[in-house]
């Protein structure tokens, strides 16, 4: 998967309803762009937990933690093995940009 595609069946349902994945299609633009944008903050961040990104391009947790998720499994970023404890007191997975990922931030 590039970073400019999307899966479609990864965001919505098995057996979704039409207005399901008509949403679905809809969002897939702002995906693409958010998975590029939490890799640029993550770039300029030097690395960073998921809060941390959130709170750089001034964005709800929930839409960075997917695009973490799509980003790594593309391997454009990883696991630093550093943790960071979040605003709960709970331990958040540092990450950074890879060698890959570095050809999509400029």
């Known amino acids: 998967m590039k970073i400019y595609e999307v899966n ?3 965001m919505h349902h098995r057996g979704a309803g039409d207005t399901e994945t008509a949403a679905a299609h809809q969002a897939a633009a702002k995906v693409t762009g958010r998975r590029l944008e939490t890799l640029r903050a993550l770039s300029t961040l030097g690395g960073g ?3 941390q990104i ?4 001034r964005l709800p947790i929930t839409s960075i933690r997917p695009r973490l998720t799509e980003l ?3 391997e454009l970023i990883e696991d630093t093995g550093r943790r960071h404890k979040n605003q709960y007191g709970n331990g958040e997975i540092i990450w950074a940009v890879t060698k890959q990922g570095e050809q999509y931030v400029f």
């Open 8 to 10: 479609i069946k990864k």
């Open 49 to 51: 937990s998921g809060e």
């Open 54 to 57: 959130s709170a750089s391009l």
């Open 72 to 74: 790594q499994e593309m």
